[in-house]
C-alpha cells in the first residue's frame, strides 16, 4: 500500500459492519491459503487496505476516524484556512492551538505501541502549543516592523505548525525513536523483537511526509 491509500478520505465511510466483513474475508484468506469463492484479488486488496488504514495493528481496535490518516486531508483544510486567515492575536492563537489540538489527537490514534504514556503525551502537547504560538507570534511582529518581510506571510503558519508538529511527534513517540523503539513482527504477525531503528525511521518519516502534505495548501 501506497501512503495515498492511507489518506484516502473515502475510507472515513466505512462502517463498522464494514471493517468486520474485511477482517473476516482477510481471515479466510489467512485459514485457508485461498481467497473466499467469489472474492476477485482487487476486493481481496480493498479488504486489506480497509483494515489497515483503520484498525491499530497492535491493539486490534477500530481507530478513532478524527485521528486517522484518512482524515488528515479533511482536517487539515479548515485548519490551514483559519491559520492564513487569522489577522489578530486572539485568532492567531486560537488557529495554532486547533491545529496543535488535533495533532495530538492524530498522533495518539497513529501510535504504534498498545499503551501511552500520558504524561509524555500532555507534555509535548504543552510544548507544540507553546512553539508554534510564539513562531506565529513572532514572525507577525517581525512582519509589522520590517514590511519588506511581508512577502513571508504565508510561510509564518508553515513553519509554526511544521515546527511545533515536529516537537510534538518526537515527544508523543519519544519510546519509539529513543527508548525501546518499534515491535518488528513476520508475515504472519508474530513479534520478533524491538527495534529502535525502525522506530526512528517511522518518526523521521512522519515528519517529512507531514510537512509535505502541509506545504502546498500553506502556500497556497
Given at each position: 500500500?501506497?501512503?495515498?491509500?492511507?489518506?484516502?478520505?473515502?475510507?472515513?465511510?466505512?462502517?463498522?459492519?464494514?471493517?468486520?466483513?474485511?477482517?473476516?474475508?482477510?481471515?479466510?484468506?489467512?485459514?485457508?491459503?485461498?481467497?473466499?469463492?467469489?472474492?476477485?484479488?482487487?476486493?481481496?486488496?480493498?479488504?486489506?487496505?480497509?483494515?489497515?488504514?483503520?484498525?491499530?495493528?497492535?491493539?486490534?481496535?477500530?481507530?478513532?476516524?478524527?485521528?486517522?490518516?484518512?482524515?488528515?486531508?479533511?482536517?487539515?483544510?479548515?485548519?490551514?484556512?483559519?491559520?492564513?486567515?487569522?489577522?489578530?492575536?486572539?485568532?492567531?492563537?486560537?488557529?495554532?492551538?486547533?491545529?496543535?489540538?488535533?495533532?495530538?489527537?492524530?498522533?495518539?490514534?497513529?501510535?504504534?505501541?498498545?499503551?501511552?504514556?500520558?504524561?509524555?503525551?500532555?507534555?509535548?502537547?504543552?510544548?507544540?502549543?507553546?512553539?508554534?504560538?510564539?513562531?506565529?507570534?513572532?514572525?507577525?511582529?517581525?512582519?509589522?516592523?520590517?514590511?519588506?518581510?511581508?512577502?513571508?506571510?504565508?510561510?509564518?503558519?508553515?513553519?509554526?505548525?511544521?515546527?511545533?508538529?515536529?516537537?510534538?511527534?518526537?515527544?508523543?513517540?519519544?519510546?519509539?525513536?529513543?527508548g525501546k523503539g518499534v515491535a518488528i513482527v513476520d508475515e504472519e504477525g508474530n513479534e520478533l523483537g524491538m527495534s529502535k531503528a525502525a522506530g526512528q525511521m517511522g518518526v523521521l518519516q512522519t515528519v517529512l511526509s507531514r510537512s509535505c502534505f502541509l506545504s502546498p495548501s500553506h502556500q497556497w
Amino acid at each position: 500500500m501506497g501512503m495515498y491509500d492511507y489518506i484516502d478520505p473515502r475510507t472515513l465511510l466505512l462502517t463498522s459492519d464494514d471493517l468486520k466483513k474485511s477482517k473476516d474475508m482477510l481471515e479466510q484468506f489467512k485459514s485457508s491459503g485461498k481467497k473466499p469463492e467469489g472474492v476477485t484479488d482487487a476486493e481481496m486488496w480493498a479488504h486489506r487496505k480497509n483494515i489497515e488504514v483503520s484498525i491499530h495493528p497492535v491493539t486490534g481496535d477500530e481507530l478513532l476516524k478524527v485521528g486517522r490518516m484518512s482524515a488528515f486531508v479533511p482536517m487539515n483544510v479548515p485548519l490551514c484556512a483559519f491559520m492564513l486567515m487569522a489577522n489578530t492575536t486572539p485568532k492567531v492563537l486560537a488557529a495554532q492551538w486547533l491545529n496543535q489540538t488535533y495533532n495530538m489527537v492524530n498522533n495518539y490514534v497513529n501510535r504504534s505501541g498498545a499503551t501511552v504514556e500520558w504524561s509524555a503525551l500532555l507534555q509535548s502537547y504543552a510544548l507544540a502549543v507553546t512553539a508554534s504560538c510564539s513562531i506565529a507570534l513572532t514572525g507577525r511582529k517581525l512582519m509589522a516592523a520590517v514590511p519588506a518581510l511581508s512577502v513571508m506571510g504565508p510561510f509564518v503558519p508553515y513553519l509554526a505548525v511544521i515546527s511545533a508538529g515536529t516537537a510534538n511527534v518526537s515527544f508523543t513517540r519519544m519510546e519509539e525513536w529513543n527508548g525501546k523503539g518499534v515491535a518488528i513482527v513476520d508475515e504472519e504477525g508474530n513479534e520478533l523483537g524491538m527495534s529502535k531503528a525502525a522506530g526512528q525511521m517511522g518518526v523521521l518519516q512522519t515528519v517529512l511526509s507531514r510537512s509535505c502534505f502541509l506545504s502546498p495548501s500553506h502556500q497556497w
